[in-house]
């Protein structure tokens, strides 16, 4: 969920710490701090509460030049925002460390140190390695040495990247649980905890295994395995530009990437579909016989993904003809499900390297699953790399915290799963050819969909003054209606629930009033008649309905005080995917008239690496 950037190089790093730094706040942080080692052996650190910009200006007329250097943004866990909480932690004016993870126990190294003469001045879970690395350097004979040692003894999840101030020149990074990149340069090296932070020093990356530690001078760089032995990483060149971040002509990047939907979905479905079905082996060699051989499938997410995996459920055993059940990540961690025989293991995530979801897919190795698929963003992630079966969904990088474009690729992608499993558990060969072309025109239904932007944003007035909104939705669109209220919650901080709209009278309908915003998905499918008779509940309490329809709905039986917004289509299999996008403007324009951090909203991070 932080971000680390650390270079060694011959030019002043300062600059590129503090630009990577910026390329890592979409993240989600509280503080930021840098620390650059001196040729003299002293460390120079800067911490401030707040943006980066804070972190600028406290720097600003001092000297900070450097040649080797670590910065981070945090994201709090142990210990609330403070600058003594703030990264990089320093210990002994020699060691300075930054950290992604949780240490689960920090308590009794803690104790340990204080008993050996340790000073402690956070509360933080971090402060406890840097102590523990410096303990290590009276005896081993480097920091490489040192940091092993002291690694060995953590219990929990971390990405860390360490200096000694006696031996500047020199980095050395280890990752367990956390994600950790290196940057190859000329004559140069860099770490971060996302190549993003990187592209505009270099293409060239080595992702760091579970278990690595690497050393790194502006020479070389060498890693080493969770056994201590000298192992080689491959190089790839990432496809990513550094522009690929900015914001360009949009006032937010969540208004970018909504945009951007058609693209990726685009992009997500080129060179898998034939002519008129989905090719298997776009999921991975092999895909086709696991396929036929799976008898159910069990989906495991978290957040938005999680609502992608509910939508999922509907297709797959509506289409497929396949039993699927969904969960949520850090909920099946901690039980012992019953795993029926052939049964297909699915996660989906964004980032790749969500810490439930990763977990969940190494304990589902240690249970009688047929095989395991990922649905990802990252192809360099930890989820992919772990998983028999990929299907990467290419929307490209996502940097506003609310998920947008990662969700409606996540929902294609899913499409073509549920496809492929139907073709060899008897889904009618017309059937699949219908539901392709769906596919193939659905970039062209998102940008006729975009269209309706401005009248969103009239009708988003209607929202700012509120403090509570009911979404409401059955069958398939039920999904959407959790993922409506978990955007308008996300970043507009109104608090905002979804229900299937059968269960409004079951006690939800006590909470309607003029003051309670009501959003109903309304889909003609065989569901509309009762969800229909559920909307004039709301308006025999005086709820002010607005109402989501398919071009081909009929509201008017409803009665007056409905604001109806029409879908440009009529009903297809994917209206969930087209029923997504009006909610993504609701939310974004409610957020932006109550004047809320879009991008950035508060105690929110983008990747949630920590448990």
Not at 18 to 24: A, I, T, V
Not at 174 to 202: C, K
Not at 219 to 225: A, V
Request: charged residues 20%; negative net charge.
């Amino acid at each position: 969920m932080c971000g680390i950037v650390g270079a060694v190089a011959q030019r002043d790093v300062v600059p590129l710490l503090l630009e990577g730094l910026k390329r890592l706040e979409y993240r989600g942080y509280d503080s930021a701090g840098l620390v650059v080692a001196g040729d003299d052996g002293a460390l120079s650190r800067w911490r401030s509460v707040g943006k980066v910009v804070a972190l600028e200006q406290l720097m600003a007329g001092q000297i900070q030049a450097g040649h080797t250097g670590l910065a981070h943004t945090r994201w709090a866990t142990h210990g609330a925002p403070s600058e003594d909480n703030a990264h990089p932690h320093v210990s002994g004016d020699r060691v300075a460390l930054v950290h992604n993870g949780i240490i689960e126990n920090h308590d009794a190294l803690r104790r340990e140190q204080l008993g050996n003469g340790y000073a402690m001045t956070s509360e933080t879970d971090t402060e406890v390695i840097a102590h523990e690395i410096h303990a290590r350097l009276q005896s081993q004979e480097n920091l490489l040495a040192a940091v092993q040692a002291a690694v060995a003894r953590l219990e929990g999840a971390y990405a860390l990247a360490v200096m000694d101030a006696r031996h500047p020149g020199r980095l050395v990074a280890a990752r367990r649980g956390s994600p950790l990149v290196v940057g190859i340069g000329i004559g140069e090296h860099f770490v971060a905890s996302d190549v993003n932070a990187l592209l505009p020093v270099t293409r060239q990356f080595i992702f760091l295994e579970e278990g690595d530690v690497v050393e790194m001078t502006r020479e070389q760089c060498r890693i080493f395995d969770s056994q201590g032995r000298s192992v080689e990483r491959p190089v790839q060149t990432s496809e990513l530009s550094a522009d690929a971040v900015e914001r360009g002509q949009y006032r937010h990047f969540m208004l970018k990437e909504i945009y951007e939907q058609p693209r990726a979905v685009a992009e997500t479905l080129e060179d898998r579909l034939a002519s008129d079905h989905v090719l298997a082996a776009a999921f991975g060699n092999g895909a086709e016989a696991i396929f036929a051989a799976t008898r159910g499938v069990h989906i495991v997410a978290c957040g938005t993904s999680y609502h992608a995996g509910q939508v999922a459920r509907y297709w797959i055993e509506s289409l497929a003809g396949l039993p699927c059940s969904v969960e949520i990540a850090s909920e099946y961690r901690y039980r012992e499900p019953v795993v029926p025989p052939d049964t297909l293991f699915v996660t989906l995530s964004q980032s790749g390297e969500t810490a439930d979801t990763l977990a969940a897919l190494r304990e589902a190795k240690n249970k009688p699953y047929l095989a395991s698929l990922a649905i990802c963003n990252v192809p360099e992630s930890s989820l992919v790399r772990e998983s028999d079966l990929v299907l990467m969904t290419r929307a490209g990088p996502e940097i506003g915290v609310a998920s947008t474009k990662a969700f409606t690729t996540q929902l294609v992608a899913m499409m073509l799963l549920t496809l492929a499993l139907g073709r060899q558990h008897g889904l009618e060969a017309g059937e699949e050819a219908r539901l392709v072309g769906q596919l193939r025109a659905l970039p062209g239904q998102i940008e006729k969909t975009l269209e309706l932007d401005d009248t969103i944003a009239t009708l988003a007035e209607r929202f700012v003054d509120k403090h509570h909104a009911l979404f409401l939705g059955r069958g398939v669109e039920y999904p959407i209606a959790l993922e409506g209220a978990l955007k308008l919650k996300e970043i507009s901080y109104i608090h905002a629930e979804a229900y299937a709209a059968g269960e409004l009278k079951h006690g939800p309908l006590a909470l309607v009033d003029e003051n309670m915003p009501v959003v109903a998905i309304a889909a003609n499918n065989e569901l509309l008649g009762k969800l229909l008779s559920n909307l004039q509940e709301v308006r025999a309490r005086g709820g002010e309905l607005f109402v989501l329809a398919d071009a081909d709905v009929d509201i008017a039986g409803v009665g007056q005080g409905v604001y109806t917004l029409v879908l440009p289509q009529g009903h297809c299999e994917l209206s969930p995917v087209l029923c997504t996008v009006p909610l993504q403007l609701l939310a974004y324009h409610v957020a932006v008239l109550k004047g809320t951090d879009v991008d950035q909203p508060r105690n929110l991070a983008k990747s949630v690496t920590v448990e």
